[in-house]
Nanobody, 130 residues
Framework: VQLQAFGGGLVQAGGSLRLSCAASVRTFSNRVMGWFRQAPGKEREFVAAISWRDGSTYYRNTYYADSVKGRFTISRDNAKSTVYLHMDGLKPEDTAVYYC???????????????????WGQGTQVTVSS
């Protein structure tokens, strides 16, 4: 599984960005996809996740950290094997390297913990100026 995240950049406070993460894996639709971030001097933290499909049943549950609820939206396009993170109302404290992550196929462990994602992208820098 290879993940490539892109879309980061420099934006003023209150602005918006959309991150994308393209996955090279045939079982993309059966994996929980998550976004995490790491600011300088801080530990990596959960941002958002979206669950997967089991056959014809869609479990498109979404999960968000309290700090981003109402501002960030996670979505996925299984046909493109891509997960997105749309970020509105950006704040300086959102500045970090953002990483996308994928679970194992069919995994149903908690989406909040980095340890449940064995596959990670290289990260994309988001900088929010005040």
């Amino acid at each position: 599984v290879q993940l490539q995240a892109f879309g980061g950049g420099l934006v003023q406070a209150g602005g918006s960005l959309r991150l994308s993460c393209a996955a090279s894996v045939r079982t993309f639709s059966n994996r929980v996809m998550g976004w995490f971030r790491q600011a300088p001097g801080k530990e990596r933290e959960f941002v958002a996740a979206i669950s997967w499909r089991d056959g014809s049943t869609y479990y498109r549950n979404t999960y968000y950290a309290d700090s981003v609820k109402g501002r960030f939206t996670i979505s996925r396009d299984n046909a493109k094997s891509t997960v997105y993170l749309h970020m509105d109302g950006l704040k300086p404290e959102d500045t970090a390297v953002y990483y996308c992550a994928a679970s194992r196929a069919g995994e149903s462990s908690s989406p909040y913990y980095a340890r449940n994602y064995p596959y990670w992208g290289q990260g994309t820098q988001v900088t929010v100026s005040s």
